[in-house]
């Protein structure tokens, strides 16, 4: 939420019940305690009431009143909103991915399509556009998987395509007991070098942008590229514990964007 510090006004409200639906999205797959036809179901009926929140305002959830402003304000598709509940629907299951195109699949799911939503509340729409937000919520997803090896693992989940863990002779059992030796570590280069890859994509994003939404991109950008930084400064050592900026540092990267904004440099 701290890159929706750079936006003001409606552009700020949408940005929040996006993100808000989201996270509510999120945690109805993983809800501590139930079991997986219970979360099912849970997506289900979430899903069923999205549906209807194209033709009438809901109050079945604190997030569906500002949605619905979000979607008739910003013309926000349904259908992307919908695209995002079948992604986490994805993880309902044990996970393993193949191959870097079925990850790809999957990232388009959870953060593509979030990409797709993101240009219609920053007021932009074209076919260049919706292909580099894709890159970028690649990038974005790529960082989260890459900080997230642990947690996910114990979760039965893997999402680093099986073609690259071949590749650097690592395997599914070393991942899970968090061996961390340099097999893992040249597997960990490769995936940081392809994120980055596509941030340099996403990058030109922000020519398609109008001024006012451009520093919530940049602050975005710079947000989790600084994950993949501290993710090679602690050698890839992602298993002692949880990577992330302080507050602090995701303060000051916001206020340095809305500096550059404000002084157009």
Known sequence: YYSFLALSGEKFQGMCALYAFMRVTDDLGDEPGESQEEREASLHRWQSELQRLATERLDSHPVWPALHETIKRFGVPIEFLSSVIDGVRMDLHPVEMGTFPELERYCYHVAGVVGFCCLRIWGTNS??????????????????????LKEDSGLGRV?????????????????????????????????????????????????????????????MLRIYRGILDEIERRDYDVFSGRIRLSAWAKSQIVMSELVRSRWRW
């Open 127 to 148: 076919p260049e556009a919706d292909r580099l937000a894709v890159d970028c919520g690649l990038a974005f997803q790529l960082t989260n998987i890459l900080r997230d």
């Open 159 to 219: 999402y680093l395509p099986a073609e690259d863990l071949e590749r650097f002779g690592y395997s599914k059992r070393e991942l899970q007991e968090g061996i961390r030796g340099e097999s893992f570590r040249e597997l960990m280069r490769f995936e940081v070098g392809r994120a980055r890859e596509y941030y340099q994509s996403a990058e030109g994003l922000e020519a398609h942008l109008a001024d006012d939404s451009k520093p919530v991109l940049r602050t």
